[in-house]
């Protein structure tokens, strides 16, 4: 039977993939599933009788403003308290006009995909790279290329040797996409020496970033390093963060800091996507940030993450074979395994699934869909009963395939 669907999708679509964690997400749904596949906070981190106070008192406090529509860039008071809050990332000397709020972090990279990307544009990324950003740029058809990380951050030298070529071959980067802390899924974090050095490059071979700081305020080893943003003196840097791991995921409110030419062009983008993020949780977000409710749980938040950080790490040791290395995040959600090169950790998440227990494969995060014997775990979400019996079932299986 001929389908009415038949030729009518347009050619971008090819490039739509399903996000493998979002996939996982629904196996797991109403399972007995031990998951460390999605990067889903601890929801005991949720300051929710604040959030339930706040609710029901800002319709008091700003009258029929929160159900109402809003103007696209946000909020104005919303947008002047995250610029203020911005300076606890040494981010200064911007206003509300610096700032434009989004549906979440996700829509922001979305819409500066859309923005700044022609088909055939290069644009620069971390080998691995967050999957949802990967699978957005995708849609404009850029070049990809992917740098190395180390350690501590990406391989400047392997940057800077790709970045001379492109200029000898008369070639320019749009932009660099980068995850400097905390760095999700590969756990790493890209030192101040590395940072500095990255805005050189930036300004000697005219390329932008974009720096996505989903987990600066989530370190709990020693002090988070200061955003690239902050030491951006040519605006260069296009920074996002998000409200979803420091107050709720639910609220799906992120933002931006930028130039303001650069969220102006954003403000039109999104006139023709959403108009306009949701205003009722932008004031609550502007309440828990005028409180100190962000402020105040931000260490409980830290504490709970460190303690199961380094439960899952002393699990690894125990019970995973010899020859796997793992990362040692110094904050975040996330750990980055890689296993045996015999072993496929895409094949292998069927039988782990049957025997209760949810990852990532890491291939999804490399643009090439290398790292085939690489996983991510998340440690923000599990309990620690799950945590130590999951990477003890994981750690038999791996063993058992090695």
């Given at each position: 039977m001929k389908t009415v669907l038949q030729n009518v999708f347009s050619s971008r679509t090819k490039h739509l993939r399903a996000s493998e964690i979002r996939d996982?997400?629904?196996?797991?749904?109403?399972?007995?599933v031990i998951s460390f596949a999605g990067g889903l906070p601890d929801p005991h981190t949720f300051p929710a009788e604040d959030i339930k106070q706040i609710s029901s008192e800002i319709l008091d406090?700003?009258?029929?403003?929160p159900l109402q529509y809003t103007t696209t860039a946000g909020v104005t008071e919303f947008r002047k308290a995250i610029a203020d809050f911005s300076v606890s990332r040494g981010i200064r000397g911007i206003s509300y006009k610096n700032v434009f709020v989004s549906t979440g972090s996700q829509e922001s990279i979305y819409i500066l995909g859309q923005l700044l990307l022609d088909p055939g544009d290069i644009l620069i990324i971390e080998h691995p790279t967050y999957l949802a950003a990967l699978n957005s740029f995708r849609l404009n058809y850029p070049t990809f290329i992917g740098i190395t990380l180390e350690s501590d951050g990406m391989n400047m030298e392997e940057l800077?040797?790709?970045?001379?070529?492109?200029?000898n071959e008369g070639k320019r980067v749009k932009f660099?996409?980068?995850?400097?802390?905390?760095?999700?899924?590969?756990?790493?974090?890209?030192?101040?020496e590395k940072r500095k050095h990255l805005i050189e490059l930036a300004s000697k071979y005219n390329f932008l970033i974009i720096e996505d700081d989903a987990y600066g305020h989530v370190?709990?080893?020693g002090e988070a390093p200061p955003s690239i943003k902050s030491l951006d003196e040519e605006n260069r840097v296009i920074y996002t963060s998000t409200m979803s791991k420091i107050l709720s995921p639910g609220l799906r409110l992120g933002w931006v800091v930028a130039d303001e030419d650069i969220i102006k062009e954003m403000e039109?983008?999104?006139?023709?996507?959403?108009?306009?993020?949701s205003t009722f949780t932008q004031y609550i977000a502007l309440e828990a940030i005028k409180r100190g409710v962000i402020q105040k749980n931000l260490p409980r938040i830290r504490k709970m993450y460190k303690e199961k950080r380094d439960l899952m790490l002393d699990e690894l040791e125990k019970s995973f074979p010899e020859g796997c290395e793992w990362s040692r995040p110094v904050g975040g959600m996330f750990i980055f395994a890689k296993v045996g090169d015999k072993i496929d950790t895409g094949k292998l998440l069927a039988e782990s699934l049957e025997r209760g227990v949810a990852y990532v494969p890491g291939s999804g995060f490399f643009y090439d869909n290398s790292g085939r014997n690489t996983m991510r775990l998340n440690f923000s979400y599990p309990t620690p009963d799950e945590?130590?019996?999951?990477?003890?079932?994981?750690?038999?299986?791996i063993k058992e395939k090695s």
């Open positions: 996982i997400l629904k196996i797991t749904e109403g399972r007995k406090k700003y009258d029929y403003a800077e040797e790709n970045l001379k070529r492109l200029y660099l996409y980068t995850i400097p802390t905390a760095h999700n899924p590969a756990g790493v974090t890209m030192s101040l370190v709990f080893d039109m983008m999104k006139q023709s996507v959403d108009l306009h993020s945590i130590k019996e999951g990477i003890r079932i994981l750690g038999d299986l």
